[in-house]
């Protein structure tokens, strides 16, 4: 076991955890953030996707020794972020979720796409949101929902 | 990269023992669960009272909260149900709230006789007892304002939670509440003709949509309880092995692991490690030395059962289904007769949240949380395993991240897993998770298939002899389901074909049913994925032989009272007029199909990127009766279209060699990301005041043959073995 003074969503954590541990299960069990889903382990759904150090990043296969100083953000505070909360808005307009399990993955993901480029085409899409599996296949929406953010970011 | 695979463990289930318990407990209870879905849209839900009070909540606020007999996992049901009784309640829809029931006899379907999701009937049998519990509830309200205002009842109308009388009288229901309790449960009321709905119809956005977009709704595996500990196991590499011997030394050894232990499971054993910690709990299994005894075990290979399926396909089956001269087809000539072989592998469900369940053991009680699809089902199986009844066990039904069937089974494995963990750790919260390795190599998946057709055309381009064989595992042997096998048909491995509402003369359906030491269940549209493949393939092979458009081909060949299937098919000719102007490289694919009720026809326009299929558009068309909310009809068809594209991934199969199923994640079992699911869709649904159909599976079926259909256009070849390992 070690102990590990994480930066997460704006404010320092500490936790005691063995250091093989993925960022993903520190998320989850020891800071009670359950946004951030567990879906395969091996990185191939992209369900745990956060922000480290404002990349889009999978949670599930990163331990929490690399992680140092860097900043994560987490679905539970992307909504401060202005692209965040266009993401999110544009996500219920469009009426995006069904079964709903991959799709905190699937914003994280979308936001970073935005932040990166602010008008993203089909292919930047695909490429940017082609490691987030959606089993209920909300993929057509996702695209929409991905198009009128970026409209509404201006 | 690559994935760390060391020391991960397999897994298995043991159905037998405990199925016979199931049989004897519930025998009664399931068989009706089966019969009525064939009907299930002509017949009204038995003639139950249900009391309000199960359902609706009134809060002094003006919050309405509303009780779904359903579990969510997608379909969009905790939306569409509570707006079927707020409709006719006449409620303020900004100020409705909806939460899962628990497990009770109150919330079971009214016509499976059981609490479960299954073969799209949320909507279908529900819609009338949501409506007239809102329209009770309601015409308590009115009574309670009537007395009152001292008026009579129908000098009142609602509007939006508002009872108006005479005078310019008014009140809230939410002032209304307590008096209207008092009054009796009306037997009878009149429900609103369709022209006075203010929501049934209209398209309305999720109540869950806020919560799914911020990471606050809490699906089953996010539970966290005081005291609870995470529980994992080790299941067996082979379907029924046994621990023979486990060194856990090195596992007990990591620091916060609670207890490892040799566990009896569905078939076989497993070894069970329970610690504090997911992460702690999984290096612990991945540290266990496991020797498996295999002694007697069928260890089956899918290579040796594709042969052994193809040689049975050749001889004739149990009769499916058989109309006209079964020689017919032999007076054809040569030239005018088509003989096809298609094959199609073990297809796992790996919805997004892996399997869980919760359970806690307090001696003369226990309660459990569980993402179920067959709350009365895992009630009863968790009860029994923890030595207590159905009714000592507190059910809480939780949001499921996607399910497609495998959070209903008929010996409920993986809760039962859980309490007999649980009832080790009395007074602590068990929660068992499933790793996605467990749930791809865990069984319980599509059955394999072969099927073998002869097809003889009469002059005209028809078809006018069919003979028709199909080899597959059962669903129902050895459940409590068994006795709906009739003269050796599994109804479920022939819908679709046997059923065919194809207009062909001399018409011949069999079928094989081996059995195989591979877990099968049923996965979203059941014998329709497989069934619906090769009739909308074939159906359109000849279709191009006649050259005759395949839409008009499909109408000629259709009986005249197939309504749904005409409607379907003309909405589609008139709204993918597109598909008579193709750019270059691109080729537009056809299909058709009804099932549980509803049908469907789309057209995709593809093309081949990287030798697979791109699927840049679909246009559907789609009779569902009345659709209670279109846009939640849009929204599954959109996505049953992107999970039918699994059948047609390169990656898309569960093979075993060795009696070892040969994936383990993602990296090898690959449904369809966003690349390969069509680019868009546009639904277009047939006007209806028909009583609604479901909506979940329906989608499935079509997508694999149309895109299939396309492609044969594009290269001149026909495709007949899934999964689609190369254009």
């Given at each position: 076991?070690?102990?590990?003074?994480?930066?997460?969503?704006?404010?320092?954590?500490?936790?005691?955890?063995?250091?093989?541990?993925?960022?993903?299960?520190?998320?989850?069990?020891?800071?009670?953030?359950?946004?951030?889903?567990?879906?395969?382990?091996?990185?191939?759904?992209?369900?745990?996707?956060?922000?480290?150090?404002?990349?889009?990043?999978?949670?599930?296969?990163?331990?929490?020794?690399?992680?140092?100083?860097?900043?994560?953000?987490?679905?539970e505070a992307i909504g401060k972020d202005p692209v965040g909360r266009a993401v999110q808005n544009a996500w219920i307009e469009k009426d995006v979720v069904q079964c709903g399990y991959c799709q905190s993955g699937q914003i994280m993901s979308a936001v970073a796409l935005l932040k990166d480029t602010k008008k993203p085409t089909d292919k930047n899409i695909e490429e940017s949101m082609g490691g987030n599996l959606c089993r209920c296949a909300t993929y057509v929406r996702i695209r929409e929902a991905i198009k009128r953010a970026s409209q509404q970011l201006g | 990269m690559q994935p760390a695979l060391k020391g991960e463990n397999d897994l298995s289930l043991n159905r037998r023992s405990f199925l016979q318990v199931t049989t004897a407990a519930a025998g009664g209870l399931l068989v009706s669960l089966y019969l009525p879905r064939i009907t299930s849209a002509q017949q009204p839900p038995a003639p139950k009272v249900y009391p309000p009070d199960a359902f609706i909540h009134i809060a002094t606020d003006g919050k309405i909260n509303i009780t779904v007999n359903r579990l969510e996992f997608g379909q969009g049901v905790q939306t569409s149900l509570p707006m079927v009784l707020a409709d006719e309640l006449d409620a303020d829809w900004s100020q409705v709230t909806a939460e899962l029931a628990p497990a009770?006899?109150?919330?079971?379907?009214?016509?499976?006789?059981?609490?479960?999701?299954?073969?799209?009937?949320?909507?279908?049998?529900?819609?009338?007892?949501?409506?007239?519990?809102?329209?009770?509830t309601r015409a308590m309200l009115v009574a309670a304002a009537a007395d009152r205002w001292q008026v009579a009842a129908n000098q009142c109308r609602t509007e939006n939670s508002v009872v108006y009388g005479p005078n310019n009288r008014s009140a809230r229901y939410a002032e209304l509440a307590n008096d209207a309790a008092r009054k009796p449960v009306p037997d009878k009321v009149a429900l609103k003709n369709a022209s006075e709905f203010?929501?049934?119809?209209?398209?309305?956005?999720?109540?869950?949509?806020?919560?799914?977009?911020?990471?606050?709704?809490?699906?089953?595996?996010?539970?966290?309880?005081?005291?609870?500990?995470?529980?994992?196991?080790?299941?067996?590499?082979?379907?029924?092995?046994?621990?023979?011997?486990?060194?856990?030394?090195?596992?007990?050894?990591?620091?916060?692991?609670?207890?490892?232990?040799?566990?009896?499971?569905?078939?076989?054993?497993?070894?069970?490690?329970?610690?504090?910690?997911?992460?702690?709990?999984?290096?612990?299994?991945?540290?266990?030395?496991?020797?498996?005894?295999?002694?007697?075990?069928?260890?089956?290979?899918?290579?040796?059962?594709?042969?052994?399926?193809?040689?049975?396909?050749?001889?004739?089956?149990?009769?499916?289904?058989?109309?006209?001269?079964?020689?017919?087809?032999?007076?054809?000539?040569?030239?005018?007769?088509?003989?096809?072989?298609?094959?199609?592998?073990?297809?796992?469900?790996?919805?997004?949240?892996?399997?869980?369940?919760?359970?806690?053991?307090?001696?003369?009680?226990?309660?459990?949380?569980?993402?179920?699809?067959?709350?009365?089902?895992?009630?009863?199986?968790?009860?029994?395993?923890?030595?207590?009844?159905p009714d000592q066990v507190t059910f809480h039904t939780e949001f499921a991240g996607g399910g497609f069937g495998r959070r209903a089974t008929t010996d409920s494995h993986v809760p039962k897993e859980a309490a007999v963990i649980a009832k080790r750790f009395r007074d602590t919260p068990i929660k068992l998770i499933w790793t996605r390795e467990d749930d791809v190599r865990g069984g319980y998946y599509r059955p394999m298939h072969a099927h073998r057709i002869e097809i003889g055309l009469g002059p005209d381009g028809l078809p006018s002899a069919w003979r028709h064989v199909i080899v597959g595992q059962s669903l129902l042997a050895g459940t409590p389901f068994a006795m709906m096998i009739k003269n050796g048909v599994d109804e479920t491995a022939v819908e679709g074909t046997a059923d065919t509402s194809y207009n062909i003369p001399n018409f011949h359906v069999s079928v094989h049913h081996p059995t195989v030491n591979v877990p099968v269940l049923w996965w979203r549209s059941v014998g329709h994925t497989h069934n619906a493949f090769v009739m909308e393939t074939l159906i359109d092979e000849l279709a191009t032989r006649a050259r005759v458009d395949p839409i008009a081909?499909?109408?000629?060949?259709?009986?005249?009272?197939?309504?749904?299937?005409?409607?379907?098919?003309?909405?589609?000719?008139?709204?993918?007029?597109?598909?008579?102007?193709?750019a270059a490289g691109r080729a537009v694919g056809i299909s058709s199909h009804e099932s549980f009720e509803t049908a469907v026809a789309c057209a995709v326009e593809v093309s081949i990127e990287n030798k697979r299929p791109k699927i840049h558009r679909a246009t559907v068309a789609v009779n569902c009766?009345?659709?209670v909310n279109p846009l939640s009809v849009e929204s599954q068809f959109q996505g049953g279209l992107g999970f039918g594209v699994l059948q047609l991934m390169a990656q898309g199969a569960i093979t075993l060699k060795d009696g070892r199923v040969e994936q383990r994640n993602f990296d090898a079992y690959t449904p369809a990301y966003i690349i390969d699911a069509p680019s868009a869709v546009d639904v277009h649904i047939v006007p209806s005041?028909?009583?609604?159909?479901?909506?979940?599976?329906?989608?499935?079926?079509?997508?694999?043959?149309?895109?299939?259909?396309?492609?044969?256009?594009?290269?001149?070849?026909?495709?007949?073995?899934?999964?689609?390992?190369?254009?």
């Open positions: 076991m070690a102990t590990f003074h994480l930066n997460i969503n704006g404010s320092e954590k500490t936790v005691d955890v063995d250091p093989s541990t993925p960022l993903l299960w520190v998320l989850r069990e020891e800071l009670k953030l359950t946004g951030t889903k567990y879906g395969c382990g091996i990185s191939a759904c992209g369900a745990c996707t956060v922000h480290v150090a404002g990349i889009a990043t999978r949670s599930c296969v990163v331990p929490v020794d690399l992680i140092g100083d860097r900043p994560i953000v987490t679905i | 009770a006899d109150v919330y079971k379907d009214p016509l499976f006789g059981m609490q479960m999701v299954g073969g799209s009937g949320s909507i279908a049998h529900s819609f009338q007892q949501y409506r007239e519990l809102g329209a009770k203010r929501l049934i119809g209209k398209p309305v956005k999720r109540l869950d949509s806020p919560a799914k977009c911020d990471g606050s709704q809490k699906f089953g595996l996010d539970l966290d309880l005081p005291g609870m500990k995470i529980a994992v196991v080790a299941h067996p590499p082979v379907f029924g092995a046994r621990v023979k011997t486990v060194d856990d030394r090195e596992a007990r050894a990591l620091a916060g692991v609670r207890d490892v232990f040799e566990m009896p499971l569905e078939k076989g054993t497993g070894v069970a490690v329970v610690a504090d910690r997911f992460w702690t709990a999984k290096r612990a299994r991945d540290l266990l030395k496991i020797d498996w005894d295999l002694t007697g075990l069928e260890r089956p290979d899918t290579a040796e059962l594709r042969a052994k399926y193809k040689q049975l396909a050749t001889t004739t089956g149990n009769v499916a289904a058989t109309r006209g001269d079964e020689k017919a087809l032999d007076r054809i000539p040569q030239p005018n007769r088509i003989v096809a072989e298609y094959e199609f592998p073990y297809l796992a469900h790996a919805p997004m949240e892996p399997l869980n369940a919760t359970v806690n053991f307090q001696g003369d009680k226990a309660e459990a949380w569980v993402p179920s699809q067959f709350q009365t089902m895992d009630q009863m199986i968790i009860a029994q395993a923890l030595g207590l009844k081909y499909r109408k000629k060949l259709l009986k005249a009272d197939a309504k749904k299937l005409h409607s379907v098919l003309d909405l589609l000719d008139q709204k993918s007029a597109w598909r008579k102007n193709l009766g009345l659709a005041t028909e009583a609604p159909t479901g909506c979940g599976e329906p989608p499935v079926p079509v997508i694999s043959p149309a895109v299939v259909n396309a492609l044969s256009i594009l290269t001149g070849k026909r495709y007949r073995t899934l999964p689609l390992v190369s254009v």
